[in-house]
Nanobody, 125 residues
Framework: QLQLVESGGGSVQPGGSLRLSCAAS????????IGWFRQAPGKEREAVSC????????NLANSVKGRFTISRDNANNTVSLQMNSLRPEATANYYC??????????????????WGQGTQVTVSS
């Protein structure tokens, strides 16, 4: 069974950077689109970014375009989210999730069948 584990979260000052990683086990990521989501306290979970199985298609939320980059290393079964110029509003728990087979970066969160436990990102001065 596919398992996802996020890492790389932490506390940074505004303007700082973090690189989140999503490591998979139990199934090769090369066949699956992976999304990053985040949930801030008191808010609904929202999509941040997604990358298709080959890395040819990447999506980014408007709020992070130009600052966040998603990439994948299928050989090492990992997907990364590079976050630059972080703002306080980026404070949230970040999750990676695997899309259901055959789907390419679906919008609906219910179309993601496997989720990691999350990694906390705090942006504060």
């Amino acid at each position: 069974q596919l398992q996802l584990v996020e890492s790389g979260g932490g506390s940074v000052q505004p303007g700082g950077s973090l690189r989140l990683s999503c490591a998979a086990s139990g199934f090769p990521l090369a066949y699956i689109a992976i999304g990053w989501f985040r949930q801030a306290p008191g808010k609904e979970r929202e999509a941040v970014s997604c990358i298709d199985s080959r890395g040819a298609i990447t999506n980014l939320a408007n709020s992070v375009k130009g600052r966040f980059t998603i990439s994948r290393d299928n050989a090492n079964n990992t997907v990364s989210l590079q976050m630059n110029s972080l703002r306080p509003e980026a404070t949230a728990n970040y999750y990676c999730a695997a899309a259901l087979p055959g789907l390419t970066c679906p919008e609906a969160q219910r179309s993601y069948g496997y989720w990691g436990q999350g990694t906390q990102v705090t942006v504060s001065s």
